[in-house]
């Protein structure tokens, strides 16, 4: 016969850590519903769930979990915390999970990403001048090629706009066509609008790669941006 598991003998040093920084994370509070998995993109990856991520936490599996790619598939959009009736911050628990990986060891991909976003502006590595040549090269095709467009206005850095749209930046690198239907949307509606020319890009790889300073230092620069030279009210992320 399975002999039972004693709870008061369990090792859950990871909990307790991420407890410590998350203290209203609901942990214990699971009810293993399934909701949360009901719902999630990445239900199944890796053979996990996010029920059975917080089943382990709370039998003190840490090095499982640690082991677990399953990190680095969840896209923390927050699905499962909306769901969940006991509020379980999963999300939460995930960027935690994966800043007990060493930074030169976390996913390739996403490292260079943020760091190039740093560096740059934005997760694709292109600078603030071609992504401003390439926006008013393409809102020039579109008013000389696109009826009804004449008129269409497109700018970066413009002082007092009620409005500064950020952008991802895979569009303007390698599919600039793109760009063109949002900008008629706006211009039909009459919105008041500018993209900035500082941390641009919309997406934030450096949160997926829970490197709290990146993340942090892109949207003070950003912020500071906005409040300092173009002091618009508002702030859209297509992200």
């Known amino acids: 016969?399975?002999?039972?598991?004693?709870i008061d003998e369990l090792d859950i040093d990871f909990k307790e850590e991420v407890l410590d920084k998350v203290p209203q994370g609901n942990f214990d509070l699971c009810l293993t519903c399934g909701t949360c998995t009901g719902g999630c993109p990445a239900s199944e990856q890796f053979d996990?769930?996010?029920?059975k991520l917080i089943r382990m936490l709370n039998l003190g599996m840490d090095e499982q979990i640690k082991k677990s790619h399953w990190m680095w598939v969840c896209s923390m959009c927050g699905r499962c915390k909306f769901a969940c009736p006991m509020d379980v911050d999963i999300p939460k628990l995930v960027y935690n999970i994966r800043k007990t990986v060493p930074r030169e060891k976390r996913p390739r991909g996403i490292l260079g990403s943020c760091?190039?976003?740093?560096?740059?502006g934005s997760a694709?590595?292109?600078?603030?001048e071609d992504f401003e040549f390439t926006v008013l090269d393409v809102a020039e095709e579109i008013r000389e090629g696109h009826p009804g467009f004449e008129d269409l206005e497109v700018s970066v850095d413009r002082e007092g706009a009620q409005m500064v749209l950020n952008q991802n930046s895979r569009e303007p690198v390698t599919e600039p066509d793109e760009l063109g239907p949002l900008w008629k949307i706006l211009h039909m509606v009459g919105?008041?609008?500018?993209?900035?020319?500082?941390?641009?890009?919309?997406e934030n790889y450096c949160m997926f790669l829970a490197d709290d300073e990146g993340w942090k230092y892109i949207?003070?620069?950003?912020?500071?941006?906005?409040?300092?030279?173009?002091?618009?009210q508002y702030v859209v992320n297509t992200e």
Request: aromatic content about 8%; cysteine-free.
């Open 1 to 6: 016969m399975a002999e039972a598991i004693k």
């Open 48 to 51: 996990m769930d996010p029920r």
């Open 115 to 120: 760091d190039q976003h740093i560096r740059t």
């Open 124 to 128: 694709m590595g292109a600078a603030k």
């Open 191 to 202: 919105a008041d609008w500018t993209y900035p020319s500082v941390m641009w890009a919309g």
């Open 219 to 232: 949207i003070e620069e950003f912020a500071l941006h906005i409040d300092n030279n173009i002091k618009a």
